[in-house]
């Protein structure tokens, strides 16, 4: 295990944001990241996997751990099911595509979400009608203070729409180190009715759709909308979709008929943040180096040299202009690190 000093952490975040890292470790196993909490002479750690789904806006004086504990197991399987044990430290994308190539379905739907294995419950990462939690079993995590693993089950997590434990009570206190998910091996369940999925496999004349097909017609519908953080910065979908009340569904759709939502339940409608920055006039447009994706408005793009915090203001200027225009409130789905 190497500490090193001032590293650029450009490559290490999906916007690109070049901030520095006053300390930085690269966490290869479990006894690395025991050793390094342990090290006394840095009381501060900053805890770094894919770096999709993060903001920064200032150097990092802490030492940052970069969690890459990489692995692949079949924890148990029978006729039907296998049981996985994925290491924190795999790509997510990469991961899926394992699951694929052995007939493992389940995460299909999830194809192309950027990120590392060890982050997905802390985000319940969902997209195209399937979420995390509907595979999940269990997650291991070390507690950074007695360095002990703990198993938490998907009841522990409490997970929620793109939220979780680890969000809330459990936010610091703990470091995910793999991830058990539960996938069928025949018989698989798609679930093709949610966003274009089924006229993208008709526009590929795909008549007896396998989980294959779903995951490249997912593949191919995110690559039409959002940039490749490879060659823009960015961390997907910046906002969440706000979920109104029935009273306050009602209310907006009264004054915007012609605006697109999901019926989570009686009670609960989902707006598509996405549409209401387009709304008020944000989609496509530069400030800068940072701007509003041309394809998708609910994406914050780094051009090249924007700073966190100008990326940071940009979004206030959205969420106010989104509240003066329909009096919603969306909220950065991105974790900002201030």
Not at 106 to 116: M, R
Not at 154 to 172: L, V
Request: hydrophobic share 35%; charged share 25%; proline share 3%.
């Amino acid at each position: 295990m190497t500490i090193q000093e001032n590293i650029s952490l450009k490559q290490y975040n999906t916007f690109g944001i070049d901030a520095k890292a006053r300390y930085f470790c690269e966490i290869t196993s479990l006894a690395e990241l025991r050793e390094a909490l342990e090290l006394e002479g840095y009381p501060e750690k900053f805890i770094l996997s894919g770096g999709s789904n993060m903001l920064i806006t200032k150097d990092i004086s802490a030492l940052v751990l970069y969690i890459h504990i990489k692995g692949i197991f079949v924890e148990k399987e029978d006729e039907n099911h296998v049981v996985l044990k994925v290491m924190a430290g795999e790509n997510w994308h990469e991961m899926v595509l394992w699951t694929l190539d052995h007939n493992y379905g389940g995460l299909e739907n999830l194809s192309l979400i950027p990120g590392f294995t060890g982050t997905a419950p802390i985000q319940n990462i969902g997209a195209y009608g399937v979420e995390l939690k509907d595979c999940f079993v269990s997650c291991q995590a070390m507690d950074v203070d007695t360095l002990e693993l703990k198993t938490f089950s998907k009841e522990d997590c409490q997970f929620g729409y793109r939220d979780s434990f680890f969000k809330n009570e459990g936010k610091g206190k703990y470091i995910i180190t793999s991830v058990n998910f539960r996938l069928t091996k025949k018989d698989h369940q798609l679930n093709t009715s949610y966003g274009a999925i089924e006229t993208e496999m008709e526009q590929q004349q795909v008549l007896n759709p396998t989980i294959k097909d779903v995951s490249n017609a997912v593949v191919a519908i995110r690559k039409s909308k959002l940039p490749d953080p490879k060659e823009l910065g960015n961390s997907g979908s910046f906002f969440k979709n706000p979920v109104l009340t029935k009273n306050e569904f009602e209310l907006f759709i009264k004054h915007n008929p012609e605006a697109h939502y999901y019926k989570v339940s009686d009670q609960e409608y989902k707006v598509p943040a996405g549409w209401l920055i387009e709304q008020s006039g944000f989609k496509g447009k530069r400030f800068g180096d940072a701007g509003v994706h041309k394809n998708q408005a609910l994406v914050l793009v780094n051009y090249g040299n924007a700073s966190g915090k100008e990326i940071i203001e940009l979004a206030q200027t959205i969420q106010k202009k989104v509240w003066d225009k329909f009096q919603i409130e969306i909220i950065p789905e991105v974790n900002i690190i201030k």
